[in-house]
């Protein structure tokens, strides 16, 4: 495979890729799994207890980003020589600035000065991350401070928190997905293809839900209106 750079109108050479995985190919996202899954069975088989229910949940990973989760300073250092070790022999190499220790729920326990080597760098801790920087650590979303306790408040809220961050699978994704195998139409009033504006603006059977948000919405927006005039 070879690749060519555009930049400002201007097309490269092209140059040999000899690593690596076509960028938004049907099969990249697969061949890159098979790819990191040696390391992360490696980190799962290291340490155990950390699980969700019977799932590991030691390392989140979200592509070429990972998390090591642990509760011991000793053993983040394990977990870092085991990524390292990784990293060599698939012959790829780490980031050194993007690498950040972050202390979540701080004890007074916590020891000064702490440090964590990744080969020759020395990582010390953060309160910040370039990757999670949407994310602060500790504090949970304003949805899910805004909802009561009971089991089908916190079901429902997780619908609304996908409709928050783009995830919602929403009736005419499931028809794209599916190749138009599936109807993009809108399950409830079967009268529009169900899409976010069809959902939040449109839908008759969601006008009653609607029409109490809307009316404070209207009043906050007039209000906020009046301020600038
Ligand atoms: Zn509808």
């Not at 990757?131 to 500790?138: A, R, T």
């Not at 293809?193 to 927006?221: A, F, G």
Request: overall charge positive.
């Amino acid at each position: 495979m070879s690749s060519k750079i555009k930049w400002k109108g201007e097309i490269s050479d092209k140059f040999p890729i000899q690593q690596g995985v076509r960028e938004g190919g049907v099969l990249s996202t697969h061949i890159f799994k098979v790819y990191i899954n040696n390391v992360l069975n490696e980190l799962m088989k290291s340490r155990v207890e950390m699980k969700i229910g019977n799932i590991y949940t030691g390392t989140p990973t979200c592509a070429d980003d990972i998390a090591l989760l642990s509760d011991y300073i000793e053993e983040l250092q394990i977990m870092l020589n085991t990524v390292l070790r990784n990293a060599k022999q698939d012959r790829v190499t780490i980031h050194p600035t993007k690498t950040n220790a972050v202390i979540i729920n701080k004890g007074k326990t916590v020891r000064k000065n702490l440090q964590w080597n990744l080969g020759t760098t020395c990582i010390t801790p953060t309160n910040q991350t370039k990757h999670l920087d949407q994310v602060e650590i500790g504090k949970p979303h304003q949805i899910w401070q805004s909802i009561g306790s009971s089991v089908t408040e916190v079901k429902r809220s997780i619908n609304h928190y996908r409709i928050a961050t783009g995830t919602y699978l929403l009736q005419t994704n499931i028809a794209k997905f599916s190749n138009n195998k599936e109807t993009a139409t809108c399950p409830l009033c079967g009268l529009e293809e169900e899409d976010m504006i069809h959902m939040l603006t449109s839908c008759m059977l969601l006008h009653d839900v609607r029409k109490t948000y809307l009316l404070r919405l209207k009043n906050i927006i007039i209000g906020y209106i009046g301020l600038r005039q």
